[in-house]
C-alpha cells in the first residue's frame, strides 16, 4: 500500500473525490493541505491504497501525489 495526497480546486471536488474512494472501500480523509503544497481550497484528500486511482478523482482535481519517507511528495498528476 502507498500514500496519496490529492488537492483540488473547490473544497465539494474534494468531498466528491473522498465519497467515490470510500465507495470503493478505501480509507480517505480531508485534510488541510500540507504547507510544502499549494491547492485553491487549501483542503486536500489523504488516503493509501494499492495505486493513486486517478479514475477516482473529481473533475476539478489539482494535482495528485504520492507520499514518500519523510512527506517527500512525488507528482503524478497536474491539471491546470
Known amino acids: 500500500m502507498s500514500l ?4 483540488f480546486h473547490t473544497h465539494l471536488s474534494a468531498l466528491m ?10 480509507r480517505a480523509r480531508m485534510m488541510p493541505v500540507p504547507r510544502k ?10 488516503y493509501e491504497a494499492e495505486g493513486p ?3 477516482a478523482m473529481d473533475v476539478d482535481v489539482e494535482r495528485v501525489y ?7 511528495y512525488t507528482l503524478l498528476l497536474e491539471h491546470q
Open 53 to 55: 486511482n486517478l479514475a
Open 17 to 26: 473525490t473522498s465519497r467515490t474512494l470510500a465507495g470503493q472501500g478505501i
Open 4 to 7: 496519496y495526497i490529492a488537492t
Open 37 to 46: 503544497l499549494s491547492s485553491s481550497c487549501g483542503t486536500c484528500i489523504r
Open 66 to 72: 504520492q507520499v514518500g519517507a519523510d512527506e517527500q
